[in-house]
Each structure stands twice: as C-alpha cells, then as structure tokens.
C-alpha cells in the first residue's frame, strides 16, 4: 500500500473503521467461498486479490463499526444468491455482524442533514458515524469525495486496489 494511504490509516487502527456496503459484501462472500466472488452479480467487479488486500487491511484495525443501514443493504444484496448457499451465506453474515460494532442514528434525525435527498439513509449514517472520528472505507466515489470535502479520512477501495496487483 502507498505511504499516503498507510499514514492516513495508521491514525485510526485503535479507533476503527468503517465499511460501506459493497466493501463489506465483498468481505463477507470472501469469507464464504472466495471463489463466489468473481460467480455473484454483487462482487464479480473485485477479483480474489482484492478480497484478499481487504482482509489483511481490516485485520489490521481493532474495531469494525457498522450502521443498520449498511447492514440492511447488504442483507438485500445477499437475499439474491443462489438458493443453495443461502443458509451458508446468511450463516457467515450472522458471524460477520457478531463480530462488528453495530451503530445507530435514528433516521428521522438523518433526514434532517442538507445531503440526505443527494445521499439516503445509509450514506448519512456512514457520515454522522465518521465524525466520533472513525475512517471510513468504500468504493463509492461519490461518497468518497463528499467525506473527503467535510474533512472525513476515506479511502476509495478502488484507489489502493491497484497497490495490492
């Protein structure tokens, strides 16, 4: 990983980090079957590597945080693997979400902020979260770049991607 993305990620490995919803499907359907990554609609854009970088990256931090938002998203994307796997699936999801800090904001609250029309709910609670001070990581650029603009460490999975190839 570059130097950059190392200091910036070296301030929060006690604190925690933050995993958006496509980052966090990625790592639960690695932990499944690494090989489902490249089969399943929802991940076939990452490639075992990546899976791999991103289980090293977050072994590194003591605590994974989480929103029900993310969670329910993510829930969602995995309703739609094949019928087969799904008690599999949803069985590793349920150890996954055991072993990460689930936080929560009402959304009558975040639907309060300015952005929430330009981001929803979850987008909104990743960034109330990020302010305990928390990094977050995503693949979204979108987000990525709003965080970043309100003075948030993110970083873009797909920016250190390339570092781990």
Known sequence: MNSYYEEVSKKYFKRGII???NILLLYIVGVFDINR???????KQFIVQDFQLLFEYLSKYDKILTTPYILTEV???LNQIDFQSKDEIFNSFSTIINNINEQNYNSTNLCMNNDFKKFGLTDISIYELSKSPFIV?????????YLANKNIDVINFNHIRPLNW
Not at 37 to 43: A, E, H, M, P, Y
Not at 137 to 145: A, E, F, G, H, V
């Open 19 to 21: 995993i958006d919803t």
């Open 37 to 43: 990554i490249q089969n399943f609609k929802r991940t």
């Open 137 to 145: 990581l995503t693949d979204d650029l979108k987000l990525s770049n």
């Open 75 to 77: 829930n969602s994307f």
